[in-house]
């Protein structure tokens, strides 16, 4: 990697570094010259070292997990330059007349509380210059069928994403978020979610759902220092299928 966007000598912490977009997200920070630590509810220390990062258990829905993670993390390496509050959950397909309190908590936790932890803790920590970046989604944007609680909880996100931006400003930490539609990691083949990357693939004008190394480079683009003046944005990442119906989609609905 060139030396543009370089992460040298800095410190990033990934909440659901794991799997998915935290995984591919680690991976390029490392690449990008940080020091990585990759956080997660699952034990992740073989995947971690392999790749050079440090792991670290942590359940992002608790405080207490999440405050210790970020001053472990700033006593080990003396500074905490990046943050990427990206551990989530789906919960479930329901529609609004079914779904249970059990599915709103789940989403509730994991999705808006452990972002709010991660920019509560994170944000004493961090000199100016820091920079905070929150895994949304594109249904933190829009209504979806059946995903009421996920929805919910991602609309949820992107209200904290600015309002941190606003509070943060001043001490010159930087917060944003992105808002991928379906990305290709096991979230996306969870139960259901075969049948909806079927339908999105006609929807997409690029004909395909989103790759997880596409989201990690949005968020590195984010967490760089070059992007110093964007602040308190939702990145929609959806191949432009905000912008019209496609060819297929149309002749698919009228078929
Ligand atoms: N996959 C998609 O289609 C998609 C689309 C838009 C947004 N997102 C969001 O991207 C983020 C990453 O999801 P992914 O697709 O990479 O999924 P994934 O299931 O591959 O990875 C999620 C990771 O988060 C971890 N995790 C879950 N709950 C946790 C908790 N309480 N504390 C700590 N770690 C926890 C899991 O162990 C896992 O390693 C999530 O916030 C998700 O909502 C995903």
Redesign the pocket.
Known sequence: MSDFFNLKGQVAVV??????????TVERFIAAGARVVM????H?SEKASALGATFAA?????ES?VEQLLEATLREYGRLDILVN?????GAYQKLDEITTDVFERCY???LL?VAHGIKHAAKRMQPGGRIVN?????GLTGAVSLGA?VAS?HA?VGLSKTAAVELGAQGIRVNC???????????H?QG?DFMIAGERLLVPLGR??E?EE?AAAIHFLASEECGFVNGQALLLDGGMGCGMTEIGFSELIS
């Not at 990206?86 to 789906?90: E, I, L, R, Y």
């Not at 992105?178 to 996306?188: E, F, G, I």
């Open positions: 909440t659901g570094g794991g799997s998915g977009i935290g995984l591919k956080a997660d509810r699952d992740c942590c359940d992002v829905s608790k997990d990206n551990a989530g959950v789906f936790r994991v999705n452990g895994t949304a989604s594109a249904a996920y991602k996100v992105v808002c991928p539609t379906t990305v290709n990691t096991p979230m996306a969870e979610g759902i989103c997880a989201v």
